[in-house]
C-alpha cells in the first residue's frame, strides 16, 4: 500500500538531497574518527583525548599485562549495544547495506547509523582487528536510506541516496572522492545513469571537502616517492611476477573471505551467549596483542593496522618471519573478532594482509632473482589493491 504514496523527485531535487547526505557523510566520517581516538586514548593510554594518528604506532600503555582486558572491555559494551538496539550493525557492514538495497526496497532503520558508528568506534579503539571504512559506509547509507524513507522516495531514488551516503563516506574518510564514486558504481548501484551519477558525485566531492577541512589534506598512507616502474621489454620478467602474485592474492582473498564466515558459523554453534562468545574471542585478541608489544615493542595487529602497513610502504618491516606471523595473526584476529559479533570493517585487515603478503612476495623473489630489480613495495601495494579488490569485489576501487 505505501507504494501508491511514494513520490518521485527531479534530478535537481535529488541533487540537493545528495548534497546534504555529502555533508552528514563528512561530518560522519570526522566524528567517527574523533570517537576511535577517544576511545583508544582512553583505553590504552588512560588519555581522555580525541586525536589519534593510526599512522603512527601506538606507544607502550600503563596498564603492563592488563592491556589483554582492552579489547575485553570493548567486546562488553559492543556486545550490548548490538544486541539490545541494532543486530544489522554486528559484522562489516557493506554485505548489510546490499541486503537492503536488494531484499529489503532500500530500507535501513535509521538507529542503525548511529549504533554502527559507536559500537564500532568502541570495537576499533578497543584494539579490535577490524576497519573503519566499512562502519562509514553503514553510517552513510544508513542517513541516505532514511532520508529518502522520510520524503516518501521510490525504492530506485533512495538506491541514489543510499550509494551517495557511502561513497561520500568513503570518499571522506581515504580523502579520495573518484574512489568513493567508483565504489558506489561498483557495488551499489543497481544501474548507471546520468540521474543517478550526478548526485553520487556531488556527495562524494562534498564529503571529500568536509573531511579535508576537518581531517586535513594528507593521504591515507604517506611515504616516500616510489621509483617508476620500469616498462621497457628488458624488465619483462619482473613485471610477469605480478601474474602468479595475483593469483596468490587472489587465494589468499578467499581464504578470508570463508575464513569470516566460518568462524561467525564456529561462534554461533558455540555453547553460551553472545557476550561469552564475544568476550572470549576478544580475549584471545588481548593475548595477542600483548605478546606482540612485549616481543616486539609494538602492538601491529590491534586496531586498522595502518602503522604497520606504513612501516612495510617505508621499507622498515624486512624480516620476512615476522611478515609471515605478522599476515597469520592479522588473519585470525580479524576473523575471532568479526566472527565473534565485533562490529567494523574488511577493508583494512584486507590492505594490511595484502601489504605484508606482498613485500614477503617481492623480498623472496628479490632474494631467488637478484638481477631483475625487484622492488618489495611495488608488490605491496599491488597486493593492498588486490586484497581490497578480490575481498570485497570492488576491483576498481581497490586500483
Known sequence: MTKHFEISRNLPFMCLLSFSVGIIAGLGAWAFRMLIGLVHNILFLGKFQFFYDANVHTPGNPWGPGVILVPVIGALVVAWLVKTFAPEAKGHGVPEVMDAI?????????????????????????????????????????????????????????????????????????????????????????????????????????????????????????????????????????????????????????????????????????????????????????????????????????????????????SILLNPWLLILLFCCKFVATCLTLGSGGSGGVFSPSLFMGATMGALFGHSTAALLPGIGIDPVDFAIAGMAAGVGSSTGAVITGA
Open 102 to 314: 536488494y531484499y529489503n526496497d532500500s530500507k535501513i532503520r535509521p538507529v542503525v547509523g548511529l549504533i554502527k558508528a559507536v559500537a564500532s568506534a568502541i570495537c576499533i579503539g578497543s584494539g579490535g582487528s577490524v576497519g573503519r571504512e566499512g562502519p562509514i559506509i553503514q553510517i552513510g547509507a544508513s542517513f541516505g536510506s532514511t532520508l529518502g524513507q522520510i520524503l516518501r522516495l521510490p525504492p530506485r531514488q533512495i538506491v541514489t541516496l543510499i550509494a551517495a551516503g557511502a561513497g561520500g563516506g568513503i570518499a571522506a574518510t581515504f580523502n579520495a572522492p573518484l574512489g568513493g564514486l567508483i565504489f558506489a558504481i561498483e557495488l551499489l548501484l543497481v544501474s548507471v545513469n546520468a540521474r543517478n551519477i550526478l548526485p553520487v558525485t556531488i556527495a562524494t566531492v562534498t564529503a571529500t571537502y568536509i573531511g579535508r577541512a576537518l581531517l586535513g589534506v594528507e593521504p591515507s598512507f604517506y611515504f616516500p616517492a616510489l621509483t617508476p616502474l620500469d616498462l621497457h621489454l628488458s624488465s619483462l620478467w619482473s613485471l610477469l611476477l605480478f601474474v602468479p602474485f595475483g593469483i596468490i592474492m587472489g587465494l589468499v582473498s578467499t581464504l578470508f573471505v570463508r575464513g569470516i564466515y566460518w568462524a561467525e558459523d564456529r561462534f554461533d554453534a558455540m555453547p553460551g551467549n553472545t557476550y561469552t562468545r564475544h568476550l572470549s574471542a576478544m580475549f584471545v585478541v588481548g593475548v595477542m596483542i600483548w605478546l606482540f608489544m612485549r616481543y616486539t615493542g609494538f602492538y601491529y595487529v590491534q586496531g586498522v593496522g595502518y602503522a604497520t602497513i606504513m612501516d612495510i610502504l617505508k
